[in-house]
């Protein structure tokens, strides 16, 4: 005697394995951002200027990242303690609020030593291969950024999903997007903020004061310059993107819950 089921059985089924596919395609996209990295990490830098550069502005833009995340981290705690002792907030709420900007803080370090390793070997790909080798370099040095973003964000939703189901609780996921949603507040307004101070001291020091041309080496304000460029277009740009990527998402799952 086979079981017979209606149609939506199976909907209700396909339902539930949703979380389970977007979690295993969440993980591809991460492993194939990880693969692509070692192949950039594999390009040696073979001249000791292009070296000593590079090395110089993943320091600097290594160290802004760690001193704002270390002030963004005071403010997500504070924000965490008021949703907790909210009573019309739940713990859900405030869990999902924690893995949201942990996920947005890890997309960007994850971007920023992709963005600067591939700086340099751009370069050395430039010089021995031409034109197609540095593009493919610097392809897969934003690819990694990329599938970092898209894989973490579609991960957190997922684990968040089969944390809470698909039922009421569903609208506590908002929660992750709000945390996404603080972390690129900060990272997007202060990476903006640093890249045009870097930008213009340099064009005034160099190019104004001392005559020197534009991104040349001997100005050192270039260095501070570049360094600006990754905080605000790799690491600042990278959380915007995440917080719309996963608030498109909850946004449609909520509304769908809510029409149910």
């Known amino acids: 005697n ?4 209606s149609p939506k059985q199976f909907g209700d089924k396909m339902i539930d394995e949703i979380p389970l596919l977007a979690a295993g395609t969440a993980v ?10 070692s192949q950039i990490e594999k390009i040696k830098i073979e001249n000791s200027t292009v070296a000593d550069i590079t090395q110089q502005i ?9 001193a704002e995340y270390r002030y963004l981290a005071i403010f997500i705690v504070v924000v965490a ?3 907790f002792v909210n009573p019309d907030t739940s713990i859900e709420t405030v869990g999902a609020f924690l893995a949201g900007a942990a996920a947005s803080v890890i997309a960007g370090f994850i971007g920023m030593r992709a963005a600067t ?10 010089s021995n291969g031409g034109q197609a080798s540095a593009l493919e370099v610097s ?20 684990i968040m999903s089969i944390w809470l189901g698909t039922g009421d609780k569903v609208q506590n996921i908002a929660g992750f997007g709000m945390g996404a949603s603080s972390i690129a507040l900060f990272a997007r307004v202060g990476g903006g903020i640093y890249t045009k101070a870097a930008d213009v001291g340099a064009d005034l020091v160099g190019k104004v004061e001392a005559g020197i041309p534009e991104d040349d080496p001997r100005n050192p304000g270039v260095i501070a310059d570049n360094v600006g460029d990754n ?8 959380a915007d993107i995440f917080e719309s990527f996963v608030g498109s998402i909850i946004a449609a799952m909520v509304i769908a819950q809510a029409s149910n």
């Open 2 to 5: 086979r079981e017979l089921r």
């Open 28 to 37: 591809i996209g991460l492993a194939i951002a990880a693969f692509l990295y």
């Open 58 to 66: 993943r320091e600097g833009a290594m160290a802004f990242l760690f």
């Open 81 to 83: 303690g008021l949703l």
């Open 117 to 126: 390793s591939a700086n340099g070997r751009t370069a050395m790909a430039a």
């Open 139 to 158: 392809y897969n040095g934003g690819a990694v950024m990329g599938l970092s973003v898209g894989g973490l964000g579609l991960l957190g939703i997922s």
């Open 231 to 238: 905080v605000g277009d790799v690491a600042g740009m990278g």
